[in-house]
Nanobody
Framework: QVQLVESGGGLVQAGDSLRLSCAAS??????MAWFRQAPGKEREFVSV????????LYSDSVKGRFTISRDHAKNTAYLQMNVLKPEDTAVYYC??????????????WGQGTQVTVSS
């Protein structure tokens, strides 16, 4: 398994930007993804990047606003979030596993970081 630690969450206003980071330890060249969970809702897929960083997927709700990337030298994945909306408010989780948008394909999870967007 991989140990994952997220950081970068916070309270921002609508239209602002945030960058989340996910520092990983353990095996390398696995896919890394971001999921989020809003209060009272199920955890949902946000974005994934493959092991070498050449392919990415995004949910329709964040496409064009969020960008996922990774730095192998730092063993860290990032989620750049621009033009944030109140509906982006959630706990954001980093995950490592297969290149997929399915929750079940990820076997390592971080503890989560809160993102709150005020209107």
């Amino acid at each position: 398994q991989v140990q994952l630690v997220e950081s970068g969450g916070g309270l921002v206003q609508a239209g602002d930007s945030l960058r989340l980071s996910c520092a990983a330890s353990g095996r390398t060249f696995y896919a890394m993804a971001w999921f989020r969970q809003a209060p009272g809702k199920e955890r949902e897929f946000v974005s994934v990047i493959n092991g070498i960083g050449s392919n990415t997927l995004y949910s329709d709700s964040v496409k064009g606003r969020f960008t996922i990337s990774r730095d192998h030298a730092k063993n860290t994945a990032y989620l750049q979030m621009n033009v944030l909306k109140p509906e982006d408010t959630a706990v954001y989780y980093c995950a490592a596993g297969k290149y997929s948008a399915e929750l079940a394909d990820f076997d390592s999870w971080g503890q989560g970081t809160q993102v709150t967007v005020s209107s």
